[in-house]
C-alpha cells in the first residue's frame, strides 16, 4: 500500500497570513504515459464529509477560491492557503489515487493563530 | 445537481452485518465509480472500496475483503455496501462518494454523500 504522510499535524496562521502543508507519499504517483499526479487534497470541517479542492495535485476543483493552490510531482507535494480566512479553519487531507487502496494522510489541522 | 443521499444512522451488535445505500442523482449512475470511505472519529478517512455501477466489477481493499460486498442498482441508481462480522473497531461514519470513469481511470473523490453514522456495540 502506498502510505502518504502529511506534515505538520496541527499549524496555527494568522488571518491573512500563508499556510503549507506537505504530503509525501512512500512511492511516486505519477504514471508517467500522461504525465498526471494522481494526487488529491481534501477539506473537511467539522460534522461534514470532505471536499474536493485540488486533484491531478494542481488542479482547482470548480468553485474553489483561488487562494488554494497545490504543487509538486512524483512523491512529494504542497498545498498553499496563500491568505488563511476564518472559513479556512478545517482539517486538510491529501489522498493518492493512483493505486488501490486509495490512501489519505492523516491529516492537517489548520487553526488561527 | 450530483446529489448522493445515504441511509440513516445504524446501532449493531458485534458479530452482526450492516448494509448502508447510497443513492444519486443529478449524474449518469454508470457513468462513474461509486466508492465507500470511512472514518472512525478523530481518525482520517480510509477506503473500503469502489463498484462500477455499468458493470458491477469491485475492487476491494484487501483489509475488508472477506466480509465487505459492494453492489450497485441500475435502476434504483442506488448503491449498497454490506460489512459483515462487525466488531468496536467498525465503528465509524461511512461515506460514499463518486470519482473516476471506467473509461478514464481514477480520479479524486467528489461529490461524496452526507455520511451514515454506523456504531457497533454491545
Known amino acids: 500500500d502506498i502510505v502518504m504522510t502529511q506534515s505538520p499535524d496541527s499549524l496555527a496562521v494568522s488571518l491573512g497570513e500563508r499556510a503549507t502543508i506537505n504530503c509525501k507519499s512512500s512511492q511516486s504517483v505519477l504514471y508517467n504515459s500522461n504525465n498526471k499526479n494522481y494526487l488529491g487534497w481534501y477539506q473537511q470541517k467539522p460534522g461534514q464529509p470532505p471536499k474536493l479542492l485540488i486533484y491531478?495535485?494542481?488542479t482547482r476543483e470548480s468553485g474553489v477560491p483561488d487562494r488554494f493552490s497545490g504543487s509538486g510531482s512524483g512523491t512529494d507535494f504542497t498545498l498553499t492557503i496563500s491568505s488563511l480566512q476564518a472559513e479556512d479553519v478545517a482539517v486538510y487531507y491529501c489522498?493518492?489515487?493512483?493505486?488501490?487502496?486509495?490512501?489519505f494522510g492523516g491529516g492537517t489541522n489548520v487553526e488561527i493563530k | 445537481e450530483v446529489q448522493l443521499l445515504q441511509s440513516g444512522a445504524e446501532v449493531k451488535k458485534p458479530g452482526a452485518t450492516v448494509k448502508l445505500s447510497c443513492r444519486v442523482s443529478g449524474y449518469i449512475f454508470t457513468d462513474h465509480y461509486l466508492h465507500w470511505v470511512r472514518q472512525a472519529p478523530e481518525k482520517g478517512p480510509e477506503w473500503l472500496g469502489l463498484?462500477?455501477?455499468?458493470?458491477?466489477?469491485?475492487i476491494y481493499s484487501e483489509k475488508f475483503q472477506a466480509r465487505l460486498t459492494i453492489t450497485a442498482d441500475t435502476s434504483t441508481d442506488t448503491a449498497y455496501m454490506d460489512l459483515s462480522s462487525l466488531t468496536s473497531e467498525d465503528t465509524a461514519i461511512y461515506f460514499c462518494a463518486t470519482g473516476g470513469t471506467p473509461g478514464d481511470g481514477f480520479n479524486a473523490f467528489g461529490p461524496w454523500g452526507q455520511g451514515t453514522p454506523v456504531m457497533v456495540s454491545s
Open positions: 491531478w495535485a494542481s
Open positions: 489522498q493518492q489515487y493512483y493505486n488501490p487502496p486509495f490512501t
Open positions: 463498484v462500477d455501477p455499468e458493470e458491477g466489477a469491485t
